[in-house]
């Protein structure tokens, strides 16, 4: 399986998300976001965490216009995978590959602590590792993490299971306490908390481990 | 011509920001204030100079970039010189 991670400038966490597929026994291409095309045989694209642009204008707005989202865009309608993280899951709102839009924490504060998710569906590869209804620490470090959309696309995406993850307790007032959404066809995932923050034992938690497997899991022949 | 873009949340979106200036008005003694709206400013110095045309071209500016239309609304306004 070969993941493709973006570099965007600013991007601060696409080495570890390249270390956390390799662990997990992907192939691990880096892309730089001036390039116009995908690696061949790009089966997901990673999209980092991170400040990228400076946050300028709005987080991820400018990423999501730059020269390699034509590509990722391209891969996505094709019904590739695809994983934004943090600012990755902002540049995919962006790009609107996913509904909804995230705006300043309700606390006005930057938020960088583990805390606790629920497992919401199990029905997607990057989820299938888990157990329905598992709690896992993951860390999360955002300011604009306050997911929000209109009623009716929260309780669509509630209603067609394709919210992935919610919050135990909500600490940036995101509407239905999500914490990462689904696309309709479930290969797009975009979640503020970083899993790949939680990869081992000395990372405080190992639970981000499962969502790379899970990913990885699908791409095993048979 | 030249072309001032005034980007704001749309009305029913929460605005932590403005909230957070409105308890600080509150505490340096102005009274009153119901409510705090904020937004961005960006002025467009446009090569086009029939007006018609600049708008057309800043609209498009608009929903493709300067504004995030499920959360943020906007407005044009053409500038003098």
Known sequence: ???????????????????????AGAKVVRVWHKDTVLPAGTDVVGLPGGFSYGDYLRCGAIAARSPIGTAIAAHAKAGGYVLGICNGFQVLLEMGLLPGALLRNAGLKFLCKPVTLNVATTDSAFTSGYAQGAQIRIPIAHHDGNFTADAETVARLQGEGRVAFTYAENPNGSDGDIAGILSENRRVLGMMPHPERAMEAAHGSADGRALFAGLIGAFVPG | MKMRVIVTLKPGVLDPQGEAVRHALGSLGFEGVNKVRQGKLIELDLAETDPARAEEQARAMCEKLLANTVIESYALEPLEG
């Open chain 1, 1 to 23: 399986m070969k993941a493709a991670i973006i570099t965007f400038p600013g991007s601060n966490c696409d080495r570890d998300l390249a270390v956390a597929f390799e662990q």
